[in-house]
């Protein structure tokens, strides 16, 4: 009986005196040991290397540097201009994202013919791998055959065909629009998943108060949304600032550093110079940027919510 009484009291949510905490220790043993070798030793270890100059050009003479990589990467001119253009992508990218996404979720929380097959395929872009996104648009711009040539000059907007990629003044703006264009999904189905959450009766009351659309929109969706929009505003932040398949795959950097942005900087010191101490740095001062300024939204929206 005292064996069985033990049992229910276990089920009905009353403490079991035979478990304790060293055994969920050993039951997430594997887990912590698999997270231990994949994710925290890599990390520790690219900061070490960070701290010697590496080269693999002379891999027997590994002198400890300390910090001088770290004073070599912002002593660089390519460095900060690499900031700039990053900061650019970014403003661009993010800021494009919010407004059409919002403008998606609003559409697809309306019930209207054909809201099913819309939301399906909104979700293709998302489905698609970064790699073949980045040669599909890479097709898309090309100046011999791409789509957006074909499109344009059958539609009389231009008289030729034009080397989009090929223009630096054009070239972020182009990977910018290949990136919304991928990541525009996922935030639109974050958004919506807001918009779900905000109680019917409080558009009913509004209504009755005599509230137009647009004072709903401002004074019952947007504060409703900002959780949502905290939480879309830093993950893309965070993968526009990391960003680098559309960058290596569209342009390298080119034309004339035009797209030479952080991520791309990272690659060229690391897996071109072989400079493995230089190529650590600035990765893990990237890596410092964004937690920043992931911290800075947090704190910053977080005081709205």
Do not use: C
């Amino acid at each position: 009986m005292s064996i069985r009484a033990g049992a229910l009291r276990g089920v009905f949510g009353a403490p079991v005196s035979r478990y304790d905490q060293a055994s969920a220790l050993w039951l997430l043993a594997p887990m912590l040991a698999v997270l231990l070798v994949v994710a925290v030793f890599p990390v520790l270890y690219s900061f070490w290397i960070s701290l010697f100059d590496l080269r693999l050009t002379r891999p027997h003479r590994v002198p400890f540097v300390g910090l001088d990589n770290y004073l070599e990467v912002l002593q660089d001119e390519l460095f900060w201009s690499s900031v700039w253009r990053t900061t650019s992508f970014t403003l661009m990218s993010v800021t494009a994202i919010m407004v059409i996404a919002l403008a998606m979720a609003l559409l697809l929380n309306e019930e209207f013919r054909g809201r099913r097959f819309l939301s399906a395929m909104l979700l293709v872009p998302w489905a698609i791998p970064y790699v073949a996104n980045g040669l599909m648009w890479k097709w898309i711009y090309d100046s011999g055959y791409g789509a957006l040539n074909g499109l344009l000059f059958q539609l009389d907007f231009i008289d030729k065909y034009m080397v989009w990629l090929g223009d630096s003044h054009k070239t972020l703006a182009l990977i910018a629009n290949a990136f919304v264009w991928k990541e525009v999904p996922l935030a639109t189905i974050l958004l919506l998943v807001g918009l779900k959450s905000i109680p019917a009766d409080l558009y009913s009351a509004a209504r009755v108060d005599g509230a137009d659309l647009w004072r709903r929109f401002v004074h019952i969706t947007l504060p409703a949304l900002r959780p949502s929009f905290m939480l879309v505003m830093i993950y893309e932040t965070m993968m526009a600032i990391r960003h680098f398949d559309l960058f290596f795959i569209l342009t390298e950097g080119g034309p004339a550093e035009a797209s030479h942005v952080l991520a791309w900087q990272v690659y060229v010191e690391t897996f071109r110079k072989l400079s493995f101490g230089t190529g650590s740095a600035l990765a893990y001062i990237m890596a410092l940027v964004t937690f920043l300024l992931a911290f800075w939204l947090i704190r910053t929206l977080g005081r709205k919510l």
